[in-house]
């Protein structure tokens, strides 16, 4: 049964900082690529961040740049959100994605349930 569990969501006053954590279960984790999202309730969801199955090669929105940093644990196999320097329009639900197996014809993708995040004094 495939699972992505997300936690490490909260409030938290503006110019803080969360660690948002995604652990994955019932499938291959190191051949897939991993991303968080975020949506605002009548808003499309975005993308925040996207790393590549080894962890080397990241990629961010801009809002995101200088601020947040994602990572990956194939060991243990989770994905890592650090955002720092928290604005109050990085309120959102935070969602983790997995895509793969990589260089597989049939591809899958995986949403975790989300995490809410709130930055507010």
């Known amino acids: 049964q495939v699972q992505l569990v997300e936690s490490g969501g909260g409030l938290v006053v503006p110019g803080g900082s969360l660690r948002l954590s995604c652990l994955a279960s019932?499938?291959?984790?190191?051949?897939?690529?991993m991303s968080w999202y975020r949506q605002v309730p009548e808003r499309e969801r975005e993308l925040v961040a996207h790393?590549?199955?080894?962890?080397?090669?990241?990629n961010y929105e801009d809002f995101a740049k200088g601020r947040f940093t994602i990572s990956r644990d194939n060991t243990k196999n989770a994905v890592y959100l650090q955002m720092n320097s928290l604005k109050s329009e990085d309120t959102a639900v935070y969602y983790c994605?997995?895509?793969?197996?990589?260089?597989?014809?049939?591809?899958?993708?995986?949403w975790g349930q989300g995490t809410q995040v709130t930055v507010s004094s």
């Open positions: 994605k997995a895509v793969g197996p990589i260089d597989s014809v049939s591809v899958n993708t995986y």
């Open positions: 019932g499938f291959t984790f190191s051949t897939y690529t």
């Open positions: 790393i590549g199955t080894a962890g080397d090669s990241t």
